[in-house]
Nanobody
Framework: QVQLEESGGGLVQPGGSLKLSCAAS????????MGWYRQAPGKQRELVAI???????NYGDFVKGRFTISRDNAKTAVHLQMTSLKPEDTAVYYC??????????WGQGTQVTVSS
């Protein structure tokens, strides 16, 4: 079993920045991917950013160059640097770890609120 610990959420003004971090409770080698998803009230969970084992990344269309996902090669961890935040980015952000198909884990979520 693996637990994911998320940190970095909070309240930020429009145009501001936040960095989210997610670390697994133990190091796991050769994972398939780690990523961030978000869910706003009344909406479906959607992909924010994902980084694969080989280093390839993919982002939701709404990101438009504002966010950057990176991983910590020393441990099973991933970071999401978010800039130029907008009110519509307000959501609960969830970390996901996919070790292999059918073996994935979710964090408990961290609230990001963008408001003046």
């Amino acid at each position: 079993q693996v637990q994911l610990e998320e940190s970095g959420g909070g309240l930020v003004q429009p145009g501001g920045s936040l960095k989210l971090s997610c670390a697994a409770s133990r190091n796991i080698f050769n994972i398939y991917s780690m990523g961030w998803y978000r869910q706003a009230p009344g909406k479906q969970r959607e992909l924010v950013a994902i980084i694969y084992y080989g280093g390839q990344t993919n982002y939701g269309d709404f990101v438009k160059g504002r966010f950057t996902i990176s991983r910590d090669n020393a441990k099973t961890a991933v970071h999401l640097q978010m800039t130029s935040l907008k009110p519509e980015d307000t959501a609960v952000y969830y970390c996901n770890l996919l070790i292999r198909v059918g073996d994935d884990y979710w964090g408990q979520g961290t609230q990001v609120t963008v408001s003046s």
